[in-house]
């Protein structure tokens, strides 16, 4: 079964950068579509981004579109998120996924993702 980790959270200042990085443990990764989700404390967990296994097709979350940027490198497995000219409302737990499904090119509902994980805290302070 393929685990994720993401990691690269932290604290950041308003205006400011961080890199998430999602890490998988098998190759078959690398085929699947993946998405970055968030949760903020008392709030349901949000779609923020979403990109295609070729890695030729993305989407945003409109909350994050022009500032995030998700890509991926299949060679190495790995996902990413971008995320410059950061927000206090940007303050949340990060979910990397993968959802061995076809059909789309990508996907947008946490519903249609199998595999998640643990999470990364991103705080962003004003």
């Known amino acids: 079964q393929v685990q994720l980790v993401e990691s690269g959270g932290g604290l950041a200042h308003a205006g400011g950068s961080l890199r998430l990085v999602c890490a998988a443990s098998?190759?078959?990764?690398?085929?699947?579509?993946m998405g970055w989700f968030r949760q903020a404390p008392g709030k349901e967990r949000d779609f923020v981004a979403a990109?295609?296994?070729?890695?030729?097709?993305?989407a945003y979350a409109d909350s994050v579109k022009g500032r995030f940027t998700i890509s991926r490198d299949s060679a190495k497995n790995t996902a990413y998120l971008q995320m410059n000219s950061l927000k206090p409302e940007d303050t949340a737990v990060y979910y990397c996924?993968?959802?061995?499904?076809?059909?789309?090119?990508?996907?947008?509902?946490?519903?249609?993702?199998?595999?998640w994980g643990q999470g990364t805290q991103v705080t962003v302070s004003s």
């Open positions: 996924a993968a959802t061995d499904l076809y059909g789309r090119d990508l996907y947008r509902e946490m519903l249609d993702y199998d595999y």
């Open positions: 098998e190759r078959t990764f690398s085929n699947w579509p």
């Open positions: 990109i295609s296994w070729r890695g030729d097709i993305t």
